[in-house]
Every structure is written in structure tokens, then in C-alpha cells.
Antibody
Framework: IQLVQSGPVVKKSGASVTVSCRASGYSFSNYGIAWVRQAPGQGLEWMGWISGFSGNTNYPPKFSDRVTVTLDKVNSRAFLELRSLTSDDTAIYYC??????????????WGQGTQVTVSS | EIVLTQFPDTLSLSPGERATLSCRISQSVSRSYVVWYQQKRGQPPRLLIHAASTRATGVPDRFSGSGSETDFTLTIDRLEPEDFAMYYCQQFGDALWAFGQGTRVDIK
């Protein structure tokens, strides 16, 4: 199982960013993908989840108006879009496999992380 | 909203000692939905334990988990040099996930 994420990006405040995550080594449609971020020196923060099985999504209230998670099942890729960026969004963004046949589970495999830097 | 509080924030121990990490959850939860991850500097998290006490594939048996309701524990017997890292607990359910703030296990 491998999750390979897109490379580092620098964005201006107010812009949007999209991070991708390409999965291999398993049946993509049978599992969900979650997104988790980690600000410098801080802990892990869950941002959103999408079921590969049903396409259902869920977001914590903090991100529900700024985050969209989507899938490209043909190419086994997941995407995180984060809008209206501020310097507080500077962080490493991880994708992780979680949820099996629509049943929520722990995150058993993680991408390598994508550094997103927001400058003013 | 479920809140997870880990303590202590930092644990300073020597190789060979036992580490006991705690995770307190703001409401009673099923053991099935409590998870522990290890994160080393510059790396993504790694799944250690799920369902409160089931070790993930390849995790050494010096790692063990226990607990119920609101109080859960990760124990590392006989710390090895590679065990000095950050540890996070997680609870999930109803397509919502939450993490504790982490405990750092440092070399004394």
C-alpha cells in the first residue's frame, strides 16, 4: 500500500490550494481517504474524509466551509482543496487511508506529507 | 465534541525503562474506536494500536494498549532507542475523528 502526495507549494494569503494523493497497492474504491494536517511544532488535526465506496464526505465544523475533499476513482487519486488561505494554514498536509466499505476505521497507511506555506 | 487529553506532555526516560502514556477522553467511548499512533521527527504518523489494544502489523510486542470508557493507556516496555518519538491517541466514530495533543517520549 502506498500513498504518494504532490510536492510542496507556496501560496499567497487569500488563495486556494489543492493537494493530491495517489494510491496504489489496494482496491481504491473499497477504502476511504482522510486528510490530516500538522502545523509547525504542533499536533495532528483531522480536516476531512471521503468514502471511496460511497463518495460520502464529512468535515469537522472548523473546516466545513473551507475544505472540499474529492476523488478520481479512475486514477486512484484523492484531492484536498483548502480555500481562503491564511498564515495559520502553513502546515504539512497528510492523506491517510481510513474507512473500509463505508465503515469508518483508523488510519492504517499515510502519505509522505505535503508542505504548504502561506505567505503574505 | 469529544476532546482527548494526553498526559504527560513529555516523558523523559532511559532506554530499557517502561513508558506509560495516558489518554483521557471527554466522554465514554467504545474501546473499538480508540487508536494510538507513533510519529518520528520528519515522518508521517504510523499506526501502532487500534481497538485500544490490538497491535498493528509489524508492531513489536513491547507496545501494548489498555483501557476503557474514558481512560486509555499506551505502555512501552523496555524502551528501545527507536521508540523515542511523539505518540498520539485518536478516537473516531460517526465519520468524525479526533486526536489528542500528543506525548513526547524523550531520552533522559
Amino acid at each position: 500500500i502506498q500513498l504518494v502526495q504532490s510536492g510542496p507549494v507556496v501560496k499567497k494569503s487569500g488563495a486556494s490550494v489543492t493537494v493530491s494523493c495517489r494510491a496504489s497497492g489496494y482496491s481504491f474504491s473499497n477504502y476511504g481517504i482522510a486528510w490530516v494536517r500538522q502545523a509547525p511544532g504542533q499536533g495532528l488535526e483531522w480536516m476531512g474524509w471521503i468514502s471511496g465506496f460511497s463518495g460520502n464526505t464529512n468535515y469537522p465544523p472548523k473546516f466545513s466551509d473551507r475544505v472540499t475533499v474529492t476523488l478520481d476513482k479512475v486514477n486512484s487519486r484523492a484531492f484536498l482543496e483548502l480555500r481562503s488561505l491564511t498564515s495559520d494554514d502553513t502546515a504539512i498536509y497528510y492523506c491517510a487511508r481510513g474507512g473500509h466499505y463505508g465503515v469508518v476505521t483508523w488510519f492504517d497507511s499515510w502519505g509522505q506529507g505535503t508542505q504548504v506555506t502561506v505567505s503574505s | 465534541e469529544i476532546v482527548l487529553t494526553q498526559f504527560p506532555d513529555t516523558l523523559s526516560l532511559s532506554p530499557g525503562e517502561r513508558a506509560t502514556l495516558s489518554c483521557r477522553i471527554s466522554q465514554s467511548v467504545s474501546r473499538s474506536y480508540v487508536v494510538w499512533y507513533q510519529q518520528k521527527r520528519g515522518q508521517p504518523p504510523r499506526l501502532l494500536i487500534h481497538a485500544a489494544s490490538t497491535r498493528a502489523t509489524g508492531v513489536p510486542d513491547r507496545f501494548s494498549g489498555s483501557g476503557s470508557e474514558t481512560d486509555f493507556t499506551l505502555t512501552i516496555d523496555r524502551l528501545e532507542p527507536e521508540d523515542f518519538a511523539m505518540y498520539y491517541c485518536q478516537q473516531f466514530g460517526d465519520a468524525l475523528w479526533a486526536f489528542g495533543q500528543g506525548t513526547r517520549v524523550d531520552i533522559k
